[in-house]
């Protein structure tokens, strides 16, 4: 029950440490009336008032437009609703965190590099930096498991397929009794987690990842009453196993973030036994393509990781790299339909997503939010269809090569 107490404008500012301005400001919007106004014709203040006000405060803090809470203040939306919002902001959030920690290390890169020479090189710390700036959004994306996270929700809530992909990788891979398994990139574990009961108990399986905060989701997926499971924090270029001793390896949706897939396939070939498997994966020219329009025609200008990741690793020149190193590589394409419904599950996505598409709609936002809801809305059935394509490429260790 509120007391009797009343505020003036510059009192209920003061109480929140907020400007007269800001106050005024909401009053203009409409999303925080005054409970009435003195003999002079001043705006009075409630206590009621003021719990809005910093109900009001705590949401911008947490990033959420004025409308959104407008729609919350007017009893517009529901529970669901609100955590989907602020779903989107952590998602947006946690994007610009990953960009600073990939900025934080190209600054530390290039101070090593430039303090290892005795002169100031610029050719040399130019071109340095140039590449860590080309790669910064493999970088990015692999950084934590925030997108690995949103991707893998999209894909498991909105597939066409009931299987899913992570269950035909699985129907698709030799397991058989006292392997020694490898996941190098195992993401968050969903793989194994998708799969617990058809895991053989004799199989001993390492889990590996380059980012601790992944390999601790991983963790949280893996039950601790199966000990046949190993956790590895590694640098995919210099794996801490010793020669030959896996008996398949499996690197889903990880070499194209790798960036250097070369030297990582001559550690692959060095820790897998004769006559073991590797089984990888890779994206297809096709993939995301309805959902890379959709986006450039918002602004051409945003970029779309998909196209590095395929000059990176993609079929072609995936399959002519494993050659180098393996027998028989042969390979089966996935294929399924998302169909999305929810603008918001859509943009949790998006604003996860690695590159420039945050600085781009910073400040429209709201815009490009109504943008994406309208084009769900106006779709048919009311859906937004992304078509999804993945290959999965296997091969065997015959060849005999020199790794020195």
Same mark, same amino acid.
């Given at each position: 029950?509120?007391? $009797?107490?009343?505020?003036?404008?510059?009192?209920?500012?003061?109480?929140?440490?907020?400007?007269?301005?800001?106050?005024?400001?909401?009053?203009?919007?409409?999303?925080?009336?005054?409970?009435?106004?003195?003999?002079?014709?001043?705006?009075?203040?409630? %206590?009621?008032?003021?719990? =809005?006000?910093?109900?009001?405060?705590?949401?911008?803090?947490?990033?959420?437009?004025?409308?959104?809470?407008?729609?919350?203040?007017?009893?517009?939306?529901?529970?669901? *609703?609100?955590?989907?919002?602020?779903?989107?902001?952590?998602?947006?959030?946690?994007?610009?965190?990953?960009?600073? =920690?990939?900025?934080?290390?190209? @600054?530390?890169?290039?101070?090593? $590099?430039?303090?290892?020479?005795?002169?100031?090189?610029?050719?040399?710390?130019?071109?340095?930096? $140039?590449?860590?700036?080309?790669?910064?959004?493999?970088?990015?994306?692999?950084?934590?498991?925030?997108?690995?996270?949103?991707?893998?929700?999209?894909?498991?809530?909105?597939?066409?397929?009931?299987?899913?992909?992570?269950?035909?990788?699985?129907?698709?891979?030799?397991?058989?009794?006292?392997?020694? @398994?490898?996941?190098?990139?195992?993401?968050?574990?969903?793989?194994?987690? =998708?799969?617990?009961?058809?895991?053989?108990?004799?199989?001993?399986?390492?889990?590996?990842?380059?980012?601790?905060?992944?390999?601790?989701?991983?963790?949280?997926?893996?039950?601790? !009453?199966?000990?046949?499971?190993?956790?590895?924090?590694?640098?995919?270029?210099?794996?801490?196993?010793?020669?030959?001793?896996?008996? @398949?390896?499996?690197?889903?949706?990880?070499?194209?973030?790798?960036?250097?897939?070369?030297?990582?396939?001559?550690?692959?070939?060095?820790?897998?036994?004769?006559?073991?498997?590797?089984?990888?994966? !890779?994206?297809?020219?096709?993939?995301?393509?309805?959902?890379?329009?959709? @986006?450039?025609?918002?602004?051409?200008?945003?970029?779309?990781?998909?196209?590095?990741?395929?000059?990176?690793?993609?079929?072609?020149?995936?399959?002519?790299?494993?050659?180098?190193?393996?027998?028989?590589?042969?390979?089966?394409?996935?294929?399924?339909?998302?169909?999305?419904? *929810?603008?918001? %599950?859509?943009?949790?996505?998006?604003?996860?997503?690695?590159?420039?598409?945050?600085?781009?709609?910073?400040?429209?936002?709201?815009?490009?939010?109504?943008?994406?809801?309208?084009?769900?809305?106006?779709?048919?059935?009311?859906?937004?269809?992304?078509?999804?394509?993945?290959?999965?490429?296997?091969?065997?260790?015959?060849?005999?090569?020199?790794?020195?």
């Amino acid at each position: 029950m509120h007391s $009797n107490k009343f505020y003036s404008t510059g009192e209920l500012a003061k109480n929140v440490n907020v400007s007269v301005r800001t106050v005024r400001y909401y009053d203009s919007k409409g999303i925080l009336k005054p409970t009435g106004y003195n003999e002079a014709g001043h705006r009075i203040y409630s %206590e009621a008032d003021l719990l =809005k006000l910093k109900r009001i405060l705590a949401f911008k803090f947490l990033g959420l437009s004025l409308d959104e809470i407008m729609s919350i203040e007017n009893g517009e939306v529901v529970k669901d *609703d609100v955590v989907k919002s602020l779903h989107l902001q952590r998602s947006i959030i946690q994007n610009k965190i990953n960009y600073m =920690k990939v900025m934080l290390d190209a @600054i530390n890169e290039a101070e090593a $590099n430039i303090a290892s020479n005795k002169e100031l090189d610029w050719q040399n710390s130019f071109t340095a930096i $140039n590449l860590l700036e080309e790669d910064k959004e493999l970088r990015q994306h692999y950084i934590d498991g925030a997108n690995l996270n949103a991707e893998v929700k999209l894909k498991e809530n909105f597939s066409s397929d009931k299987e899913g992909w992570y269950n035909w990788v699985f129907q698709h891979i030799h397991f058989f009794e006292n392997a020694n @398994i490898l996941e190098l990139g195992c993401g968050n574990g969903i793989l194994w987690s =998708k799969n617990l009961k058809a895991i053989n108990p004799k199989m001993s399986i390492v889990l590996a990842e380059v980012s601790t905060e992944i390999l601790n989701e991983a963790r949280k997926r893996i039950p601790p !009453t199966l000990p046949n499971f190993h956790f590895e924090l590694v640098v995919p270029e210099h794996l801490p196993f010793p020669n030959e001793c896996f008996d @398949i390896v499996i690197a889903n949706h990880f070499l194209f973030y790798t960036r250097h897939v070369e030297t990582v396939l001559t550690e692959i070939y060095r820790v897998l036994k004769k006559g073991g498997h590797f089984y990888c994966s !890779t994206i297809d020219q096709d993939s995301m393509n309805e959902l890379e329009t959709l @986006i450039k025609e918002f602004d051409s200008k945003i970029s779309f990781v998909k196209s590095k990741l395929i000059e990176n690793f993609g079929v072609t020149i995936g399959k002519k790299m494993l050659t180098k190193y393996f027998n028989n590589v042969n390979y089966l394409t996935y294929k399924e339909r998302l169909v999305i419904r *929810d603008s918001k %599950e859509l943009l949790e996505y998006i604003y996860s997503m690695p590159g420039n598409i945050l600085e781009l709609i910073e400040s429209r936002k709201k815009d490009f939010e109504n943008y994406i809801e309208n084009r769900i809305a106006n779709s048919y059935n009311h859906e937004f269809s992304i078509t999804n394509v993945s290959v999965l490429l296997e091969c065997e260790k015959n060849k005999r090569l020199s790794l020195n």
